[in-house]
């Protein structure tokens, strides 16, 4: 399968504990995405990588939130101190983009890894 | 006012049946769009692409209308495996892209 692979799966965490995910994007895709999903929700846009470039955070990312695609190919996901808001779907898409900022790749989503904070 | 919005149904609607959504969109310089279809439980899937007035797909017609900034998905000929929640999705400016809450879709026997 050479799609977006996430992992893990499922996190079950205490508050306060810091938990870290893993995104594999499809391995040419320059483009990695983050989002949050809630129940009943749409994926909420969390942060963009250009190769190895953050070039997009949320204002709604607090700073116990950090991601790094150290060489351009996975990404990771960190959030320090968590806290029981932070229970949702952590989804990762990779696209192949070769237009500018208005972007009009294809996104391509991982399964998830639905975190749970106790 | 939402970046964007979707009416969050649900859309209850028998086999055979054509159903319509609208997505408002407040960024006006948006230049593309898309419908992701996501099943229960599973990850978003690119449903359709819209760059222009609008773009068919076999049951599936997304259109475009700028001046008024919306888009609609048609489905006609609802089949069981239609019933998802379905997804506008908007690239901004920059490099953000926002998601609408999603339509939920029903089809029943």
């Known amino acids: 399968d050479t799609g977006v692979s996430q992992d893990p799966r499922h996190k079950i965490t205490k508050r306060g504990q810091n938990v870290t995910f893993r995104c594999d994007p499809i391995?040419?895709?320059?483009?990695l995405y983050w989002y949050r999903q809630t129940l009943g929700q749409g994926p909420e846009f969390l942060t963009y990588f250009q190769n190895e470039a953050q070039l997009e955070k949320s204002r709604l990312l607090s700073d116990r939130f950090s991601a790094e695609r150290p060489k351009g190919s996975f990404s990771t996901l960190e959030i320090q101190r968590t806290e029981q808001g932070d229970s949702a779907m952590y989804l990762c898409?990779?696209?192949?983009?070769?237009?500018?900022?208005?972007?009009?790749?294809?996104?391509?989503f991982g399964p998830g890894t639905r975190l749970t904070v106790l | 006012r939402k970046e964007v919005e979707q009416d969050p149904g649900p859309f209850n609607v028998p086999e055979g049946a054509t159903v319509a959504f609208n997505c408002t969109y407040s960024n006006s310089a948006s230049q593309s769009f898309f419908w992701y279809r996501q099943d229960c439980r599973k990850e978003p899937k690119l449903l359709m692409s819209?760059?222009?007035s609008g773009n068919e797909d076999g049951r599936f017609t997304a259109q475009l209308n700028r001046a008024s900034q919306y888009i609609s998905l048609l489905i006609r000929d609802s089949k069981l495996s239609d019933s998802a929640t379905y997804l506008c999705v908007v690239p901004t400016g920059g490099f953000k892209t926002i998601f609408g809450a999603g339509t939920r879709l029903f089809v029943k026997a």
């Open positions: 391995s040419e895709h320059n483009r």
């Open positions: 819209v760059y222009s």
């Open positions: 898409a990779s696209s192949l983009g070769t237009s500018g900022p208005q972007l009009t790749d294809t996104q391509y």
